[in-house]
């Protein structure tokens, strides 16, 4: 009787430890699609909203496809381009298209040594470094990228000086750039549920920077790395 009574207490002691993870929740406001194929570039969120949340992590697009949003811990660097030149605006005073929010109290850091040489190997290294920290790829869920990047591709979106109402266009008229960015923050969110609401089709990742200056920031397009950079993942709680 004793030695049932153990089985069953190890049984449930082994089905505790593998209880699943909690991801930090994952909103989002705006669906990707149809702001740009149906021209919805009305405001679905108000920043302002945001400004008194803890440990608030964001990316999205400004109201009108004006510019592009980014806080970090709480600290908006959002980007605005304006007749050739980059806008800083540090405040939540302006209203987004698309939003996608997250609220993370603590990170799990690893270090990645990986050559990382397409959009692909990127995915592909966070969700394996994911599922090992715990986090539930199955679900949406934030990532920052810290370090020094030897190749980023960003563009600032100006849907109001384009000459045509489309994503290209709509690139074209704003801000674009390529380079090597020191002591830079990557702020993105995975999810493979998501694509064409809040990620492109073919892709489970969404990402903005910030240079160390915090003079350069915007959508990253494409990025590349054979150095050593931080990734850091929420780190989860059990159900």
């Known amino acids: 009787m004793k030695k049932n009574i153990f089985i069953v207490s190890a049984i449930f002691s082994l089905l505790a430890c593998q209880s699943p993870s909690e991801n930090p929740t ?6 990707l699609r149809e702001i740009m194929m149906e021209q919805k570039l009305e405001a679905n969120a108000d920043l ?55 609220q993370v109290e603590e990170w799990y850091k690893v270090k990645l040594d990986q050559v990382i040489n397409d959009h692909g190997d990127l995915q592909a290294l ?3 470094e994911a599922e090992q920290a715990g986090v539930n790829i199955d679900k949406a869920f934030p990532f920052m990228l810290v370090g020094d990047f030897d190749h980023i591709e960003w563009h600032i979106i100006n849907a109001a000086e384009a000459k045509a109402q489309n994503h290209d266009a709509y690139k074209e008229a704003g801000l674009q750039g390529v380079g090597d960015y020191a002591n830079a923050r ?5 999810s493979s549920q998501h694509e064409g609401v809040f990620t492109h089709h073919g892709s489970f990742l969404h990402m903005h920077f910030i240079d160390g200056s915090e003079r350069v920031m915007g959508h990253v397009d494409a990025l590349r790395n054979d150095g050593s950079i931080e990734l850091w993942l929420p780190k989860v709680k059990s159900k």
């Open 48 to 102: 302002a909203d945001y400004r008194q949340s803890p440990n608030l992590y964001a990316i999205g697009a400004l109201e009108g496809l004006s510019g592009e949003v980014l806080v970090i811990d709480g600290d908006p660097l959002n980007g605005l381009a304006q007749k050739g030149d980059l806008l800083m605006d540090r405040t939540f005073d302006r209203k987004a298209t698309l939003l996608i929010t997250s």
């Open 186 to 190: 990557v702020l993105g969110f995975y």
């Open 126 to 128: 966070i969700a394996k």
């Open 26 to 31: 994952v909103e989002h406001f705006g669906v």
